[in-house]
């Protein structure tokens, strides 16, 4: 078994600590959190897992990675606090642990990642054995190894589409979704989420990474925004209230760009409401979210994957596929030893040994 550690209970992190309680060769030993409430509680029911582990949360970071932990989920929040997230990371790396993230947008893709933060973890990793995998939160599977997996089903390639449709009132980060995304806000006011240059770090080390997949150079990455007014005010039932003239809808594209024209985007539309933006993609099958990957060639193909969770609840079940590519790839990255990995390095395997397991 695997000592692992879970680092943060929020969305990713009761996910993490499901996925890790479920995996045959892992065994959770300690949680870290933040919230002095949340200390001494049992991880499985700070997890929602519908039954005690026989962990309680701990916020003694320090006492937890000098145990020598072989593994480590950090799941703790890196969008307004990138340089706390690489510290903390660093920390586990020393401590010579494996750890999982989806904390860190610029290192998604390993080998375009900035200097500046690569090398800082990868001097961590260096000096005490560790390893890092970051894959995205949105889920990084959906940018990447599906889509990658999915063109090979083609004979002609026009465009590679990634596509995130969903209602944010079911997202459980009221702040974020407010004040980083701006629903709610007037137009006149700049989320942080959706200020130029925002997406392409958060995304741009996917269409990289892709491209560098499909053999093809990108002659860069190009942003498009749109966003669109309530047209009459609204109540949520996990929010409450968005007033008519906010900010109702937001449809974003980050473009790689080929030989002149933009053929692998990651695509994100979001709404707070059905009623905002009727006129822009919705989920196939007219639920709460959805991620769907488009090839756009000959013969074209559409797949989209529609996940639940934590009471049906369809942005929980993002978060959980997102946590489970994570914490499946650990007993992978124990075997293969201590560097730096991205998603092209990192299969999706089977779930061995899971098949009718609780």
Same mark, same amino acid.
């Given at each position: 078994?695997?000592?692992?550690?879970?680092?943060?209970?929020?969305?990713?992190?009761?996910?993490?600590?499901?996925?890790?309680?479920?995996?045959?060769?892992?065994?959770?030993?300690?949680?870290?959190?933040?919230?002095?409430?949340?200390?001494?509680?049992?991880?499985?029911?700070?997890?929602?897992?519908?039954?005690?582990?026989?962990?309680?949360?701990?916020?003694?970071?320090?006492?937890?990675?000098?145990?020598?932990?072989?593994?480590?989920?950090?799941?703790?929040?890196?969008?307004?606090?990138?340089?706390?997230?690489?510290?903390?990371?660093?920390?586990?790396?020393?401590?010579?642990?494996?750890?999982?993230?989806?904390?860190?947008?610029?290192?998604?893709?390993?080998?375009?990642?900035?200097?500046?933060?690569?090398?800082?973890?990868?001097?961590?990793?260096?000096?005490?054995?560790?390893?890092?995998?970051?894959?995205?939160?949105?889920?990084?599977?959906?940018?990447?190894?599906?889509?990658?997996?999915?063109?090979?089903?083609?004979?002609?390639?026009?465009?590679?589409?990634?596509?995130?449709?969903?209602?944010?009132?079911?997202?459980?980060?009221?702040?974020?979704?407010?004040?980083?995304?701006?629903?709610?806000?007037?137009?006149?006011?700049?989320?942080?989420?959706?200020?130029?240059?925002?997406?392409?770090?958060?995304?741009?080390?996917?269409?990289?990474?892709?491209?560098?997949?499909?053999?093809?150079?990108?002659?860069?990455?190009?942003?498009?925004?749109? /966003?669109?007014?309530? %047209?009459? @005010? $609204?109540?949520?039932?996990?929010? &409450? =209230?968005?007033? #008519?003239?906010?900010?109702? +809808?937001?449809?974003?594209?980050?473009?790689?760009?080929?030989?002149?024209?933009?053929?692998?985007?990651?695509?994100?539309?979001?709404?707070?409401?059905?009623?905002?933006?009727?006129?822009?993609?919705?989920?196939?099958?007219?639920?709460?979210?959805?991620?769907?990957?488009?090839?756009?060639? /000959?013969?074209?193909? %559409?797949? @989209? $994957?529609?996940?639940?969770?934590? &009471? =049906?609840?369809? #942005?929980?079940?993002?978060? +959980?596929?997102?946590?489970?590519?994570?914490?499946?790839?650990?007993?992978?990255?124990?075997?293969?030893?201590?560097?730096?990995?991205?998603?092209?390095?990192?299969?999706?395997?089977?779930?061995?040994?899971?098949?009718?397991?609780?």
């Amino acid at each position: 078994m695997i000592p692992t550690v879970v680092w943060g209970t929020g969305n990713v992190g009761r996910a993490a600590i499901r996925a890790v309680a479920a995996h045959p060769m892992l065994s959770l030993v300690a949680v870290l959190v933040s919230s002095p409430a949340k200390v001494g509680r049992d991880a499985g029911e700070l997890s929602d897992l519908g039954r005690r582990l026989g962990v309680a949360a701990t916020g003694d970071v320090e006492a937890v990675l000098s145990a020598g932990p072989r593994a480590v989920v950090y799941a703790a929040s890196g969008d307004v606090r990138p340089d706390g997230a690489i510290e903390d990371i660093g920390r586990a790396l020393r401590a010579g642990a494996v750890v999982v993230t989806p904390s860190v947008y610029g290192m998604y893709d390993c080998t375009n990642a900035p200097d500046e933060i690569r090398d800082v973890l990868a001097e961590a990793a260096r000096a005490g054995g560790g390893s890092l995998f970051v894959s995205g939160v949105d889920p990084g599977w959906a940018n990447d190894v599906l889509p990658l997996l999915v063109s090979g089903l083609g004979s002609e390639i026009d465009a590679v589409r990634c596509q995130e449709i969903f209602d944010y009132s079911t997202y459980d980060q009221e702040e974020a979704v407010r004040d980083l995304i701006g629903m709610g806000h007037s137009l006149d006011y700049q989320p942080l989420m959706l200020a130029e240059g925002i997406p392409t770090m958060i995304w741009g080390g996917q269409l990289r990474m892709m491209a560098r997949a499909l053999g093809v150079e990108l002659d860069g990455i190009e942003e498009t925004l749109e /966003r669109r007014p309530l %047209e009459t @005010s $609204v109540v949520t039932g996990t929010m &409450g =209230e968005f007033a #008519a003239g906010t900010q109702g +809808a937001v449809r974003l594209e980050v473009q790689g760009v080929v030989a002149g024209e933009p053929r692998i985007i990651v695509e994100h539309i979001t709404r707070i409401h059905a009623t905002c933006a009727t006129d822009w993609p919705a989920p196939p099958d007219g639920g709460a979210g959805a991620h769907r990957v488009i090839i756009e060639g /000959r013969p074209h193909i %559409e797949v @989209s $994957v529609e996940a639940t969770d934590e &009471g =049906e609840n369809r #942005a929980a079940g993002g978060n +959980a596929t997102a946590a489970g590519r994570l914490v499946n790839a650990i007993d992978w990255l124990v075997e293969a030893g201590p560097g730096l990995y991205d998603a092209l390095d990192v299969p999706l395997r089977p779930a061995v040994g899971r098949l009718g397991k609780k």
